[in-house]
């Protein structure tokens, strides 16, 4: 497979954020990448499809989106919208614009964590949204750039409170976790990452951290919110997922190359979680891919 569109922003060294507004009736922007963090809202957008890395959904009538993942592919696709006026604002910024520094400073902390999980690509509950809603709107025609400034600091704070905010990609699609866990949680992760395609027995798993099979399905439950089968499976979904985008590979070797035994169960549960078939998934990708 060839690389999938590198968006280069305009935003220039002495540019905190790159602010455009747009009405639009179409989505036609080819799925792409960049390095710079990136807020995207829209409005009366019901039915536009959301592609953020293996994650495809289609969005309400208020979307508010942030990625910040290097190389975590993302569009948002005509759907099934047949709005006329589709408002959408979007918010680029470097990832320098709050340095580590900064962002290590305890009033920093929730915007910080919430950075960390946008690795994924972060979207924002119908509650946040509104929370913010009138910033976004007023962020566009502001004069004043350092007002600008610090109503989008203030965006940014709104956000990191919404408790009903979640991350899309899978993390083995976007190779990289979201959040930081006890040591025995990092270890089980480390293993499976690495181990995905073995047979994985609860048994050996709880061996390998010290725990009884039982305990160790309740301690993961309580620290993931997954059963660990489900957390496995996703592993594998997400690597069959990066495989069908990056590579010719056909569908059956990726199934068995990504821990699956049996095509028809790989095909039905990458339907069931992902809303496409495997096939689908892999043309929707190359469809929407402008090759450089």
């Known amino acids: 497979m060839s ?42 957008g019901k039915g536009v499809q959301r592609v953020v890395g293996d994650s495809i959904e289609e969005i309400g009538d208020y979307e508010l989106t942030l990625v910040t993942g290097d190389g ?15 408002r959408e604002i979007t918010i680029q910024f470097s990832d320098s614009l709050l340095d ?12 910080r964590k919430m950075f960390e999980r946008a690795r994924l690509g ?11 809603y009138n910033l976004v709107d007023a962020i566009p025609s502001m004069n004043e750039r350092f007002e600008q400034f610090l109503t ?44 995905y395609a ?8 709880a061996a390998l951290v010290g725990m009884a099979p039982a305990a160790l399905s309740r301690f993961f439950k309580q620290h993931t919110t997954k059963t660990l089968v489900d957390y496995i499976i996703d592993i594998r979904l ?7 985008v990056d590579t010719t590979t056909s569908i059956s070797e990726i199934c068995y190359a990504c821990g699956f035994n049996n095509l028809s169960n790989f095909n039905r549960t990458f339907k069931t979680r992902r809303g496409y078939t495997p096939r689908d998934f892999r043309a929707l990708f190359t469809k929407n ?4």
């Open 198 to 205: 073995e047979d994985l027995r609860l048994e050996d798993l």
């Open 3 to 44: 690389k999938v569109l590198r968006e280069v922003p305009p935003i220039t060294d002495k540019d905190c954020f790159y602010i455009v507004e747009r009405h639009k009736s179409e989505f036609l922007y080819p799925i792409h990448s960049h390095k710079e963090y990136e807020i995207n809202f829209i409005e009366n």
């Open 152 to 195: 989008m600091l203030k965006m940014l704070y709104e956000l990191s409170q919404d408790e009903g905010a979640r991350t899309l990609a899978s993390s083995s699609f976007a190779k990289g976790e979201d959040d930081h866990e006890s040591r025995r949680i990092s270890k089980l992760k480390d293993y499976i990452s690495i181990h």
């Open 100 to 111: 580590s520094r900064l962002l290590g400073r305890n009033q920093f902390a929730s915007i």
């Open 289 to 292: 891919r402008v090759y450089v």
């Open 122 to 132: 972060v979207t924002f509950s119908l509650q946040g949204i509104m929370k913010v």
């Open 238 to 244: 997400g690597n069959a997922a990066r495989m069908l």
């Open 72 to 86: 975590l592919e993302h569009a948002w696709k005509q759907g099934n919208c047949t709005a006329p006026d589709v």
